[in-house]
């Protein structure tokens, strides 16, 4: 009987340990049941996978950032080249975090370990030079958008289009109209969602300026209800205790119920991220809002290569809904935006159709399974043959 596939998965943060982690459980459906180590979370843990560094503790955003984490992010880097070279696997898959994760692919280069690299770096959105160190490392890429398929496609590059994990896993776990009862919206009620970012750091950042934000929207209407619901990878406590010192009429709904409180929501304030795209599938309008430390943003203004930074827009190929970012991003802003989006009936109508756009460009779905049929394709080819068509299936 021959030996089970060994796998390296460096994913890290909380948004790639849950994608890698249905890839690998597509991967086990399908009866391919490989030994699997590397950089994840609970996720990736639960499917089996040998944690040799824990994701949480590289969930670190903004240059200046990294830069206080850095002898950090060095020894988990030399501890997952060190099992590169002693274990030597099958395949190394990296999953989003570019910087990082492109290190990791020169080490398995130089050990002729193949490389599927699944949910792309943005070299579409900033430092498009990338492309051509991805086109060095990386054998195949697995993308979740079809203009990013084209882009590699043109450099030559091995890739397909999977599609987006999101467009499988959005849906409520109760029906609106339980939703409002259980969280007493009664009947003509507005309800406005909060969703501040998963990462303590961004919502150390954006929190208080959400909370300032209810505050000037409750001048305009006092019946008015905020929901922020905790995301998973944030402490309850930790974050109940943040809304109190920001003294906001804000209610902290815990569970990992985001899906539950958006679907019931007249309009969302949402932190730059994936979860614009999750709130655009349940096609509820929304303002963007982001900020950074300031000398990160003064780097990364000369680096962005796109005039949007949210991933409704950026899907859409144009402005769908208002980016509200660093300076601009004020409380007085943040509640004009939301005003329009709840009293404009012409406005809110263009934004509804920019979304359904969005929603018909992230694919049918199946993105895990298609995944996981791409790691079987490269696990039963030659080992450093990194043989493919481009933009194949």
Same mark, same amino acid.
Request: net charge negative.
């Given at each position: ?194 969703? &501040?970012?998963?990462?303590?750091? $961004?919502?150390? +950042? @954006? /929190? ?5 934000? *209810? %505050? !000037? ?113 004020? &409380?007085?802003?943040?509640?004009? $935006?939301?005003? +329009? @989006? /709840? ?5 809110? *109508? %263009? !934004? ?42």
């Amino acid at each position: 009987m021959a030996d089970p596939p060994r796998l390296l998965i460096s994913a890290g943060e909380s948004s790639g340990d849950h994608h890698a982690a249905r890839v690998l459980h597509a991967l086990q459906a399908r009866g391919v049941n490989p030994h699997v180590a590397g950089m994840g979370g609970p996720r990736l843990a639960a499917a089996g996978m040998e944690i040799l560094v824990d994701c949480r503790e590289m969930a670190i955003v903004g240059l200046v950032e990294v830069l206080r984490h850095w002898r950090r992010i060095q020894h988990n880097l030399a501890l997952l080249r060190e099992h590169l070279r002693n274990e030597r696997p099958d395949l190394l898959i990296l999953v989003d975090y570019p910087d990082f994760n492109l290190k990791l692919a020169e080490t398995a280069r130089e050990l002729d370990i193949p490389v599927l690299y699944y949910i792309s770096p943005q070299v579409w959105a900033w430092r498009p030079r990338r492309i051509h160190r991805i086109g060095r490392l990386v054998d195949r890429m697995a993308v979740l958008f079809p203009f990013e398929e084209a882009l590699y496609a043109r450099e030559g590059i091995p890739v397909r289009h999977v599609g987006h994990p999101l467009v499988d896993e959005i849906g409520a776990s109760v029906s609106a109209e339980a939703a409002r009862t259980e969280f007493g919206v009664v009947e003509g009620q507005t309800v406005v969602g909060l969703l &501040p970012g998963s990462r303590n750091g $961004e919502v150390q +950042r @954006l /929190l208080p300026l959400l909370a300032e934000s *209810a %505050r !000037v929207l409750r001048q305009s209407d006092p019946e008015i209800r905020f929901l922020l619901p905790v995301a998973e990878t944030l402490d309850p406590a930790a974050l109940r205790a943040t809304v109190e010192a920001c003294n906001a009429p804000i209610e902290v709904i815990e569970g990992g119920r985001v899906h539950d409180v958006v679907q019931i929501c007249d309009s969302v304030i949402a932190a730059s991220g994936t979860v614009t795209l999750e709130v655009a599938l349940l096609r509820v309008p929304m303002t963007v809002v982001y900020r950074v430390h300031w000398l990160t943003y003064l780097i990364l203004r000369q680096l962005v290569t796109i005039e949007h930074i949210s991933l409704v827009n950026i899907v859409a190929q144009g402005p769908v809904v208002k980016e509200l970012i660093q300076g601009a991003a004020h &409380p007085q802003a943040v509640a004009n $935006e939301t005003l +329009r @989006l /709840l009293h404009d009936p012409t406005y809110r *109508a %263009r !934004v509804m159709t920019g979304l359904d756009t969005v929603r018909a460009a992230l694919g049918e779905g199946d993105a895990p399974d298609r995944t996981a049929a791409l790691i079987e394709e490269m696990l039963e080819e030659a080992p450093s043959s990194g043989a493919g068509e481009v933009g194949a299936g």
